[in-house]
């Protein structure tokens, strides 16, 4: 969530926080995730296999074992869980505005990135930036 917020001199700011009950409901999920899909997916791979054969059934089963693999993994759980850490948006910004800087080419289109002023793992304070968002 980010709320536009005012210091006592009147300067404008961007806080972005997280909810950790969201945080919360995310790491139950994921407890639970890998086995009811996979039993999901078992039985609608073995209703489309009883109406349509073995080879497509086969290249199903396949296919939805790999989302199931990928989206069960650590590295997946870990890239969505990272979301969380708002220390991970703060570097991420600051190198989007070091590589923008400067950029010209964009005719009258300017394109900012607010600058950090603070952050930690749940609240990242930065420049209010004025615009349309893209």
């Known amino acids: ?40 997916v078992t039985y609608f791979v073995g209703a489309y296999r009883s109406v349509f054969g073995g080879e497509l059934a086969d290249h199903l089963q396949a296919m939805v074992r790999n989302v199931v693999d990928s989206v069960g993994s650590e590295e997946f759980k870990s890239n969505v869980m990272g979301e969380f850490d708002l220390r991970v948006e703060a570097r991420n910004l600051e190198s989007a505005r070091a590589r923008v800087q400067g950029m010209r080419g964009f005719g009258s289109l300017e394109v900012r990135v607010p600058a950090v002023v603070r952050h930690g793992r749940a609240a990242l304070l930065m420049e209010w930036v004025d615009g349309d968002n893209l």
Do not use: C, M, W
């Not at 909810?19 to 995310?26: E, G, H, T």
């Open 1 to 40: 969530e980010v709320s536009k917020v005012v210091d006592a001199a009147g300067r404008a700011y961007a806080l972005k926080t997280t909810n950790p009950d969201s945080k919360a409901l995310y790491e139950e999920d994921f407890e639970i995730f890998g086995g009811v899909l996979l039993q999901i």
